[in-house]
């Protein structure tokens, strides 16, 4: 079945004294908040942390990255079995801030998939193209190379019970997000792509946009019928935008 999902990506953001006005603030205004889904991906060190203040809630603790492997000499690294064991459950994987910054190509990201779906994690899969890509016209060509790599080697089935958020790296970050139009052009390109293979799985699939979304343009957003959700940086930092873009969230209704 697929939900409304709202995922907080804080990034390099926030501090012990954050998370307790924060998410203390937070789990009191969704209180009573039903049909959607909120997660909170903080920084690994705060895991724990945020864990400990939502355990009484229905908000749900998400995670920024995971390592190829499970233990071992991995300096630095935190694993899938970690963060199974914290209590996260949605891992982003593939953020063009690590595909840039950090050289992550699609075969590790390929390989970052299915490490979480063998410890029952949900992999929240971002894929995107930058301006230049976009002036070419190539967006499709872009998100459909990025999702390949994994239908080729593990199949759409694998797709099954995962999110795929759609960033488009020039909307990321600059204030300028993609029109609704845009957005509903490429989640009904990435739903069909998958129902080549599989139409039950696309079916199914939960597609996000994420870039520069704020409570002024979720509405028109989450109107798209293959919008399924979010993944909001900067306004996720803010605590009456990102619960106006919850409960505008919670409003979407899906044709049955
Ligand atoms: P902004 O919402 O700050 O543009 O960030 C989007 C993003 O990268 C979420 O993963």
Redesign the pocket.
């Known amino acids: 079945m697929r939900y409304p999902l709202i995922?907080g990506?804080w990034?390099l953001n926030g501090s012990k004294k954050f998370i307790d006005t924060f998410i203390v603030g937070l789990c009191r205004k969704f209180h009573g908040i039903e049909g959607c889904k909120v997660v909170i991906a903080p920084p690994m060190v705060y895991l724990d942390q945020v864990k400990q203040v939502i355990c009484n809630t229905k908000l749900l603790l998400g995670a920024q990255n995971v390592d190829i492997n499970l233990s071992g000499a991995f300096t630095g690294e935190v694993s899938a079995s970690m963060l199974k064991d914290i209590g996260a459950r949605y891992i982003?994987i593939g953020?063009?801030?690590r595909r840039s910054l950090h050289s992550e190509d699609d075969q590790v990201i390929a390989k970052k998939f299915l490490v979480l779906k063998n410890k029952d994690l949900i992999p929240v899969l971002?894929i995107g193209e930058t301006a230049a890509e976009k002036m070419a016209g190539q967006t499709k060509t872009i998100c459909a190379r990025q999702i390949d790599v994994i239908l080729k080697l593990h199949g759409a089935e694998v797709f099954q019970n995962t999110v795929i958020?759609y960033?488009p790296i020039w909307?990321?970050?600059?204030g300028c997000?993609a029109t609704a139009e845009q957005i509903q052009t490429i989640h009904t390109f990435i739903r069909d792509h998958i129902a080549q293979k599989d139409p039950k799985v696309a079916d199914q699939l939960i597609i996000q946009y994420?870039?520069?979304?704020t409570k002024n343009n979720a509405a028109e957003i989450f109107s798209q019928p293959d919008v399924d959700g979010v993944?909001?940086?900067?306004?996720?930092l803010i605590l009456d935008s990102f619960i106006d873009i919850i409960k505008l969230a919670s409003t979407k209704k899906y044709k049955i």
């Open positions: 995922i990506n990034k982003i953020h063009s801030e971002c958020a960033e909307a990321i970050g600059t997000a994420g870039g520069s979304v993944l909001v940086g900067s306004a996720s």
